[in-house]
């Protein structure tokens, strides 16, 4: 397992972008950004491969959000552009210790996690 640390939340006007960065303590394989409103689950954002080979978009956020990573920083990246007032949510990056290339989007996949970071999108 490695320390994820998020940066990048803040509050933002609709149709504003945001760009969250999650920086790892070591190495990391497939890494995600997941989600979780007030009262709802954590769901599914973006998932990379360690070579950025595979990545995956939940349909909600699919065309508008971009996902990258440099593995020399070893820090996932999550470019969010148009955002909507339901993007509102704290954003959590995860990260996979397994060498494992397929994207996935259930919350049990990782076994590392960030603090999170509110991200807020006013109408």
């Known amino acids: 397992q490695v320390q994820l640390v998020e940066s990048g939340g803040g509050l933002v006007q609709a149709g504003g972008s945001l760009r969250l960065s999650c920086a790892a303590s070591?190495?990391?394989?497939?890494m995600g950004w997941f989600r979780q409103a007030p009262g709802k689950e954590r769901e599914f954002v973006s998932g990379?491969?360690?070579?950025?080979?595979?990545?995956r978009y939940a349909a909600s956020v699919k065309g508008r959000f971009t996902i990258s990573r440099d593995n020399g920083k070893n820090t996932v990246y999550l470019q969010m552009n148009s955002l909507q007032p339901e993007d509102t949510a704290v954003y959590y990056c995860?990260?996979?210790?397994?060498?494992?290339?397929?994207?996935?989007?259930?919350?049990?996949?990782?076994?590392?996690w960030g603090q999170g970071t509110q991200v807020t999108v006013s109408s």
């Open positions: 995860a990260a996979d210790s397994r060498e494992i290339a397929a994207i996935g989007s259930s919350p049990l996949e990782y076994d590392s």
């Open positions: 990379i491969s360690r070579y950025s080979i595979n990545t």
């Open positions: 070591g190495r990391t394989f497939r």
